[in-house]
């Protein structure tokens, strides 16, 4: 199975930062006792630090691996990573995922749809401590080289996202342009898709390459 490596810890972020740290109390929410859910700690910090500063960056002792998932492990992306975004589920006949591994957890994903007439990238995530490091360069390098080196690829990007997926060979297209069956996932939107901070991007192959040797911090998905 296609592997590449990933950058590690290399005290690239920064350390100044104010850090937000929450404990959940230990117990059931009774007598005064309250615990404190994951995804409602996420979301406090989110408010408390609107730019992203609600969770305190890890050091990384162990291996760090970038791979394709099996459908088996498919379930543990759902259960670990996309339950904080947005509660993505797998389709295991149509999806291929891409993930981080740091040792045994997942700490970043990307996901190559196949639909009826096209390919769409898209879910990529990375948990919040685990940001701005390039792990969702190197899993995006990795989609790329394994879906998009014959096929086109297309996806939604977030406008604030469009320069780092610009750095990857994907460029801004009008809406129109999308297949069929991935405009028609936001036809909800009645072709305002910049009234949610979207913009259509599409990935030609063989473009790009220069991502290869592009490192560096990068804006990731929330």
Excluded at 55 to 68: D, G, L, N, S, T
Excluded at 83 to 97: G, M, N, P, S, T
Excluded at 130 to 135: A, K, N, T, V
Aim: glycine content about 8%; hydrophobic content about 35%; proline content about 5%.
């Amino acid at each position: 199975m296609p592997t590449i490596s990933a950058p590690a810890d290399a005290e690239e972020y920064n350390e100044d930062k104010t850090l937000l740290t929450l404990y959940a109390l230990a117990g059931e929410e009774s007598g005064g006792f309250v615990t404190f859910r994951p995804h409602f700690i996420s979301r406090m910090g989110r408010t408390l630090f609107p730019d992203g500063r609600d969770a305190a960056p890890v050091r990384i002792y162990e291996a760090v691996e970038v791979r394709e998932l099996t459908a088996a492990e498919m379930v543990r992306v759902e259960r670990e990573l996309w339950i904080h975004y947005h509660q993505q589920k797998a389709d295991r006949q149509h999806d291929r995922l891409f993930a981080v591994f740091v040792g045994t957890r997942i700490i970043g994903v990307a996901r190559c749809a196949r639909h009826e007439d096209g390919l769409e990238v898209d879910a990529v995530y990375v948990l919040d401590e685990y940001r701005l490091r390039g792990f969702a360069r190197s899993v995006m390098i990795l989609l790329i080289e394994e879906c998009g080196r014959n096929e086109t690829l297309y996806m939604h990007s977030k406008i604030e996202l469009m320069e780092f997926y610009g750095s990857l060979g994907f460029y801004s297209i009008p809406e129109a342009e999308l297949p069929k069956s991935i405009r028609d996932r936001f036809g909800f939107c009645m072709g305002d898709l910049k009234g949610i901070n979207v913009c259509p991007m599409r990935r030609e192959p063989g473009t790009g390459e220069q991502s290869r040797q592009q490192s560096g911090q990068e804006k990731i998905p929330a």
